[in-house]
Every structure is written in structure tokens, then in C-alpha cells.
């Protein structure tokens, strides 16, 4: 009988014997060499699944040491690199960096981080409350027009409504929010000759809780708004004699009379919450006279008293009779709803040329519209209504600025007790040189210090001349200088299509805060906000290839 050997790796040689006596051993052998076969490839499979796991993926990318298991060592946990902090003098080779940090995702989308392709995302009440990034819940926007200003604005009202704020539009001069808050179901009132109409004697937003106080028993509440109320009143009828008087106020005598004379004239059951009295009642109601009036003119006869409040009744008349009177001496045609999710007063129907009337209407529309707010703190804090948060938005400031006699005045107060209202704050305006043109040094200065206070500054397109006057509160890099004054140049033609390209810093805008870098970034806006033409500015012209076309035929 011939033999042959074979080998085997794991249990060494066999042999087989070859001549047909064997056959029992040769079937024995086949049986054998199938299962060591079979172990031999389900042992290499079992190598070739541990060699694709994650695991020894880890292993081969970032060095993993020790065996796995209960006691084999194996270290699966890369320690956080060392970081070290120095002033920009001891670093000075690598500052400023080459890529700036990421921003937090926390607030409402805006766009692009021009450098890190990142998502940017801010609104002034986010960054302060929530991310603890800003010290103050305002932002002020500048950059040239048709550069995207009302764009990024009306993103942060939409993000606003989305996160339970109330945008709060007390004044909106050219119409561009109207189209947005009817589209999310907010309140939209319009306001001038012809549209709507305001009466200065109303209780307002803030006196249409007076019933609900009273009803509760909340007794000393209720006194405490019926005095804000009549304060409101009294300062807002003084404001508007002191307009048609050119800029002349109110005397302290004449306050004194007004203030009684709205007291009295009010509580009189002629009139009621619904029915409140007009400016032709409180000007009747001085011409007759009444003895408390007498007291506080310290008048012994009427003929006394009718010489003391003469300039008073004299400027009522002035005031009913003049345009201004045609807006203020109607009962107001829309009050402000407390429950609505944004309120857009749309004042673009008063004329441009006339300041005055402007100035007045934005004067009533801030005392109804910061009365509204108001009264839901009132509401909140005696535990009748929810806690909410308000956003006031402040458009083309240079124009609020300039209204009037005291406008100046009263936004410097709302940068400073912003916080306390629970009120995040957004002014927008084209260049510094906005600030520049008011009538005194002293409302210069004032006016550019909304800019040092403001928690953030947005720029967009600006001439290098605007960036040296923002370089007083604001810190710019060569690199920010460059990219802010590039953003600024006019629109190119398209000369082998014959169309004019859109400025190439449309959209693109420079985040600051304080003094530290900024983030560069650039507005983007989904389909659905494109197809629903709220950022449509430029409707006028829409019609113009229409036209065109009719023309032809």
C-alpha cells in the first residue's frame, strides 16, 4: 500500500493511504480536512470583521494602546488639547486670527459665516438672556441703502414671532413690515390723513386694563395706572401745543391747568372708556371754565381766568385746525391689540414733507405703543396674563430722530431702560452721519451714544469716512476695514447681457461686538421666504417690463 503525507498548519501532517483497501481511511480524512477547512475560514472572517470594526478603526487612526476588555488597558479617551490665552502684545505674530471662532447657534438664523461657512445666527434678546454674549438686548444696523438693511431686520421680526416675542413696529415710515405682519397674523394699523386716525385724550393700551384691575380688586394698582394714564395724557397734549407753538413747551402753569382739566373733564359721566373725550371737549371745557380750574390759575373771576389760559385755548384751536388736527381729532379709528402675536403702526401715508405731522404721530403712536407694553407687565406681574417679551423696532432712525422736539430725548431713554421694560431694541439707520445732522452738539453726542450702548452693531456697506466716525465707539481691524468699505461700492454692468449686477456687499454685513473681532457673514433666505415676497422692496418697479409691453401692443 502506497502512503502520502500531508500537512496541516494547526494539528500537523497526516497520512493517507492511497490502493483501494483504504477507502474507509480515505473518507475518514476527507471529513477531517472539510472541518478544519471550514474553522480555518470562519477564523479569518472573524479577523477581517474585527479589522473593519470602529473600534480598530480608532485604534488605527488615533493610536489606541491596551487590549479591549475588563483589565486589558485599552485607552479610548483623546485628551482635550492644551489652550493657552495672552494679550495681543505677547502674541501679536498670530493676532488677529487668520479664522475666527464659530458663533453660537443660539437665536435666528441670518446666513453664512463668510469665513467658516458656518450658520450665524443672532437677535439681540437671544444673545442676552439665553447665551449671557451681549450686556444689553439692542443692536444697532447701519449701512447704505439698497444694501439688505430691511432684509436682516424683518429675518429677526420673523424669528422673534417664531420664539413667542412681539415685535412691536411703532412707527413704520415706509411701509416695508406691512406685507410681513399680515402674513404671520399680527396687527397692522394704519395711521394718517385719510387711513386712521389717533386720539390723544384715550386711555390707550395701558387704560383698557383699568376694568380688569377693578374687577380683581386690585385696588391700588388700579390707582397707580389711572395716574399713568393721566400722565400720559397730560404729556402727550403738552407735546403736541408745543409743536404747533414751534418748538415753544408748555408752561408749568399751563401743564397744571391741563392736568386738572383732563382729570375733571375725564371722570365726567359724559364720557366713558369707549367714549373718551377729544381734543374740541377739552378746548370747550377750558372756554367755560370751572372753579378747581379757577384755583389753579389762582384767578378771582372768570375774566382773570379766561386771560391766564388764553395762549392755552389759542393753541388748541391752532392745533385742531391745522392737519395734525385732522389726525388727532377723531376717536382713535384702531386700538392696539395686547394679545396680537406683532403690531406694525403704518404711518407711510403721511406726507413727507410735512416733519411736523410726523413728528407728532410717531410721538402718540410710542406713548399708546409703550403703554401697551406696559399694561402685559402689569398684567404678568399680579399673575393675570403670562410673562412676555418685546421687541421694538426703530427703522429709519434718522427720520424718528429729526421728527421733533424731544425725540432724541426720549430714545436716549429707551436705550437705557430697555432691560427693565423686558424689551429687546433694534435701530436702524444708513451712516453715522445720520446722528451727525441733528441741531445741537448735545444731541449729537447723544445720539451717537446709542451706538456705544447698543449690545451689538451691525454694519454693512460703508464709506471709509463713516468707519473713521464709528471708530470712536467701535474697534475696527485693517482686514474689517477693507471688507466694510468693499461692501460699499456702486452696482456693475453686465455688458454682454446689457443688465446691471447687484452691489457686490448686498446681503454681506460685519457683526461687532464691543471691541472685539467681528463676524462677517452674509444673508440668506429660504424658499419660503422668497416666495412669499415679504422682503419685496422694490414692488414699484416690478411693473415697470409690464408697462413696457403694453406699450408695445
Known sequence: MKLHQLS????????????ATGLAERRLFARITKRRTSVA????????????????????TFGFRGLPGRGGGRWTLVDKPAE?????????????????????????????????????????????HRANLISNPSVFILGLPGLGKSTLCRKMVTGAIASGVTPMILGDLKGEYVDQIHKMAGQVVKVGPGEGTINPLAVGALGSILPILEAHGFEEEFKRVQAEVLSRQVEMTGALIAMVRKDRPVSDTEEAVLSRALELITSDVRFGPGTPPLLTDLREFLADGHPDLFATCESETHEQYLEVTRPLRMSLRALIDTPVGRVFSAQTSTPLDLDAPAVCVDVSALAR????????????????????????????????????????????????????PGM???????????????????????TPKDLRTLKSEQERQRAMGFIERAGAVICGGLTPADIDALETVIAFTAKERARVSGWSSPPTMDVQRNLEKPPPGRGMFLLKIGRRPGAAFVTKLTSTEIASGIHNTNKRFDGLDRAARYEQT
Open 408 to 430: 432724541v430725548e426720549r430714545v436716549d431713554a429707551l436705550t437705557r431702560i430697555n432691560r427693565t421694560l423686558g424689551l429687546s431694541l433694534m435701530m436702524i439707520t444708513h
Open 41 to 60: 475560514q470562519s477564523t479569518v472572517e472573524q479577523r477581517s470583521k474585527r479589522d473593519r470594526s470602529p473600534a480598530r478603526k480608532a485604534v488605527r
Open 84 to 128: 493657552y490665552r495672552g494679550t495681543s502684545n505677547q502674541v501679536c505674530g498670530i493676532w488677529p486670527w487668520l479664522v475666527s471662532a464659530g458663533t453660537p447657534t443660539i437665536g435666528t438664523y441670518l446666513g453664512e459665516n463668510l469665513d467658516t461657512g458656518q450658520a450665524l445666527c443672532f437677535d439681540p434678546l437671544n444673545w442676552f
Open 353 to 404: 414733507g410735512d416733519s411736523r405731522l410726523r413728528a407728532a404721530v410717531l410721538l402718540a403712536c410710542w406713548n399708546d405703543g409703550f403703554g401697551a407694553i406696559e399694561a402685559a407687565h402689569t398684567l404678568s406681574d399680579l399673575g393675570l396674563r403670562p410673562q412676555r417679551q418685546f421687541q421694538a423696532v426703530l427703522d429709519e432712525l434718522w427720520q424718528v430722530l429729526s421728527a421733533g
Open 8 to 19: 496541516n498548519a494547526d494539528e500537523g501532517p497526516i497520512t493517507v493511504p492511497t490502493d
